[in-house]
T-cell receptor, first 116, second 112 residues
Framework: NAGVMQNPRHLVRRRGQEARLRCSPM?????VYWYRQLPEEGLKFMVY????????ESGMPKERFSAEFPKEGPSILRIQQVVRGDSAAYFC??????????????FGSGTRLTVV | TQLLEQSPQFLSIQEGENLTVYCNSS?????LQWYRQEPGEGPVLLVT?????EVKKLKRLTFQFGDARKDSSLHITAAQPGDTGLYLC????????????FGQGTRLTINP
């Protein structure tokens, strides 16, 4: 079984450009979570989505950031007009069901965004 | 959002020594999980503890969940250089979306 697939692994954007990060969950998983990690820090929750629904976006900045998980295709985290402070590793995780959190998440390898 | 405090943040010890990493909160969690993260990769689940007072062993690693389900510890016996890495504790919130919240991590270095 393929794990959680994230692409690209590395993304370089100039200030003001848009960044699109993609995440394909594990087969059979319908819950997707996005986290951001700064160097030498833990992971900070951003958003939790199920197919076509945003369940909890309490960790996502209200401006410039958006996320979707369409009926078909990967989940997308979109950052508009990127600034240097957006540089970080962004991780996606998936789980099979509500309460699946108790069984642990499967994480992708992350996308490392660098804003120059 | 419930918070988790992990300590120490950095730990460097010699091969063969024992160590304990702590994960504390003032909040009750549905479960606590420990992950290990290698450079350039995502976290990998080591263990989940669900019941207060639960103890789980994974070779030289021992994980304990506090009786009140607010804290956890990771004990490594006879540490080896291969244990080097970032260890993250994470708790499942009881209320709301039951999402996973992470501590800030412990960077462990085992010197040969």
């Amino acid at each position: 079984n393929a794990g959680v697939m994230q692409n690209p692994r590395h993304l370089v954007r100039r200030r003001g450009q848009e960044a699109r990060l993609r995440c394909s969950p594990m087969k059979g998983h319908s819950h997707v979570y996005w986290y951001r990690q700064l160097p030498e820090e833990g992971l900070k929750f951003m958003v939790y989505l199920q197919k076509e629904n945003i369940i909890d976006e309490s960790g996502m900045p209200k401006e410039r950031f958006s996320a979707e998980f369409p009926k078909e295709g990967p989940s997308i985290l979109r950052i508009q007009q990127v600034v240097r402070g957006d540089s970080a590793a962004y991780f996606c995780a998936s789980s099979p069901m509500t309460g699946g959190s108790n069984y642990g998440y499967t994480f992708g390898s992350g996308t490392r965004l660098t804003v120059v | 959002t419930q918070l988790l405090e992990q300590s120490p943040q950095f730990l460097s010890i010699q091969e063969g020594e024992n160590l304990t990493v702590y994960c504390n909160s003032s909040s009750v969690f549905s479960s606590l999980q420990w992950y290990r993260q290698e450079p350039g990769e995502g976290p990998v689940l080591l263990v989940t503890v669900v019941t207060g007072g639960e103890v789980k062993k994974l070779k030289r690693l021992t994980f304990q969940f506090g009786d009140a389900r607010k804290d956890s510890s990771l004990h490594i016996t006879a540490a080896q250089p291969g244990d080097t890495g970032l260890y993250l504790c994470a708790g499942v919130e009881i209320q709301g979306a039951q999402k996973l919240v992470f501590g800030q991590g412990t960077r462990l270095t085992i010197n040969p």
